[in-house]
């Protein structure tokens, strides 16, 4: 099974960041755009793993309980890996962004114990938005980006991380709820 970790989004929030995305999804240029249901706060990708591997991830209920609950704004708008080369078109994290690093690198570091791959980049709370196909119109993509990026999409409560199922159709991906971790 595909899975990853993640934070979903309250309904204002992920409103605010639909109406990011479907500007976005709305320009001239080949950007396949999340769907409503899977926008979240990205923790950490775990891939492929067995059923079995599940109960692996249960390390972070001992690594995540000396974190207490936040507030985290959602604000920005950026492009991995960068703003020339542009693949993932996300929104980020403003006040409370700190916290949510930290809880991005414990994640990492206890599941590489368990056996997990390490995150080779530097950790960046971040909720994606849409996929850029080719590099058709990239300089109005780039534009955009520029426009909206200190914009406030709104604030958010953070007491858990989510293991997600994910599962690949024709149609895009469905993610299905596995189980919570508490903060």
């Not at 590489?112 to 530097?122: L, P």
């Not at 991380?161 to 508490?182: A, H, M, Q, R, V």
């Amino acid at each position: 099974m595909r899975c990853f970790l993640g934070t979903e989004l309250p309904q204002g929030v992920k409103k605010n960041v639909g109406e990011a995305r479907d500007l976005f999804g709305s320009l001239d240029a080949d950007i396949k755009v999340v769907k409503d249901e899977n926008l979240h706060l990205t923790v950490k990708f775990l891939g492929q793993i067995k059923e079995r591997d599940i109960s692996k991830v249960d390390v972070l209920e001992n690594r995540l309980e000396d974190l207490e609950p936040f507030d985290l704004e959602i604000r920005g708008m950026g492009s991995f890996p960068n703003m020339d080369y542009m693949k993932v078109l996300w929104v980020g994290a403003g006040k409370g962004g700190r916290r949510f690093k930290e809880i991005i690198s414990k994640t990492d570091k206890a599941l590489v114990k368990k056996g997990f791959k390490k995150d080779k980049n530097d950790p960046v709370p971040h909720i994606t938005i849409g996929r850029v196909k080719s590099g058709r119109n990239k300089e109005l993509i780039r534009s955009k980006l520029k426009e909206w990026e200190d914009r406030n999409f709104g604030s958010m409560k953070v007491n858990n991380i989510t293991l997600f199922e994910s599962n690949l159709t024709p149609d895009g991906p469905i993610y299905k709820k596995i189980k919570d971790y508490e903060l």
